[in-house]
């Protein structure tokens, strides 16, 4: 069985889940991570996938696109891919390929693929993608097919209707244009990880992207032309975004909501760190064939999405009681291996998950974060020898 029919069923069930939803909208949330093979014993059916100053990295590039709601609920994957530098023709000058033959392809495959599998939904789907997604194919492929998307500027682009060596570029015009208002903002510091509230500057200005510098008659063929985007510039002393978007920038709740939406892309950061730091998907050692990781690595990816939906589902509703994720046998483990009384009401999940995250090794009290993803990647294997444990006991 290939890797693509592993992840079948689980592209059903992602699919369903957004017709099912009564979210406002969808984000379809992409992202590359690079899983580093370079010692694995299998690496001679690997092919590069960057290098480390004059090393070269072995490994594969996963490609991936995440569904989650507007109130910030994983509903799963709706495509992903990998590959390395050898699935790509890298003979001639990247500036002179095509886009068919650099990298940026997935992007492009995995916005057709993602759209192909909802079908004709009424959902609001909007891509949102961090700076490897400013690429101009890839914005002119989701405007032609009239779809929503912020995606975090890269570039700063020269602006017109035609292609001119000099001109005036993106961030010339971001200066001079004048402040609309300003918004507060949580976010996470990158060292202390300590969350603190920012206040951020906007500007907003409507612009115009010519063609890049193509051959003419690729460009005839692709149908390529000028592309109008909304540009929202949000800032302050030691913080940027800049992002490009087709939503409307007319009001400063219109915009602060494009800020939202973009915030949002952690989700994507966070289940790749659940790959990586939960499931160690870059530390996977099976034989020669590159099918065989990418089978591992796939029912890696399908479980990490039901991890990833546990631990935001601890992390947010008190409501759901933990009857409705596991069963009764599950949830009762925990409180025999802590030597704790039963509750006779079933508890609700986000007292479960606590207690997974304390058996692999987080420390709770009132002034505590919220227990990271290691901690309850590692609970969760204790989890469930645990659970099976009690549930051999009580049948004795």
Known sequence: MSSSKLIGPHYQQTVQRVHESDAKYILAIQDQMRLNFTSHKAKTDLGSIGKTGKT??????????????????PLGLLDLDYFDYSDIDTSTDRGERKVEDKANIFWINALAKARKRLGNTQKKIITVADRE??????????????????????????????????????????????????????????NSREIK???????????????????VDYREEKGYSSITLNVIKAYN??????????????????????LIIYKSRWHIEDYHKVLKTGYQVDEIYLYSSKEAIKKMLVLAAISACRLYWLIYIGRTEASI????????????????????????????????????????????NKHANPPGIKSIWIGYQHFTIAAQMYRNMSKT
Not at 141 to 159: G, P, Q, T, W, Y
Not at 198 to 213: G, Q
């Open 321 to 364: 009681k933990a009857n409705q994720l596991f069963e009764e046998f599950e949830w009762k483990a925990v409180y025999v291996y802590f030597k704790e009384p039963i509750p006779e009401e079933c508890p609700p999940v986000s007292e479960i998950m606590l207690k997974i995250a304390r058996l692999g090794g987080y420390k709770h």
């Open 56 to 73: 070269i990295q072995y490994g594969l590039i996963q490609h991936s696109v995440l569904a989650v709601t507007d109130q910030n609920e």
């Open 237 to 258: 002393d030691e913080h940027e975004w800049i992002l490009l978007t087709r939503l409307p920038i007319e009001t400063i709740e219109q915009i602060k909501e494009i």
């Open 197 to 215: 509230e920012i206040t951020l500057n906007l500007k907003v200005v409507s612009i115009t992207l010519p063609v890049p510098e193509m051959p």
């Open 133 to 190: 997604g400013d690429f101009y194919e890839f914005l002119f492929a989701l405007i032609k097919n009239d779809e929503e998307f912020v995606i975090r500027s890269k570039h700063n682009r020269i602006l017109g209707e035609t292609y001119k060596r000099k001109g005036e570029k993106l961030r010339e015009l971001l200066d001079k244009t004048p402040i609309k208002g300003s918004m507060q903002v949580e976010i996470q510091d990158v």
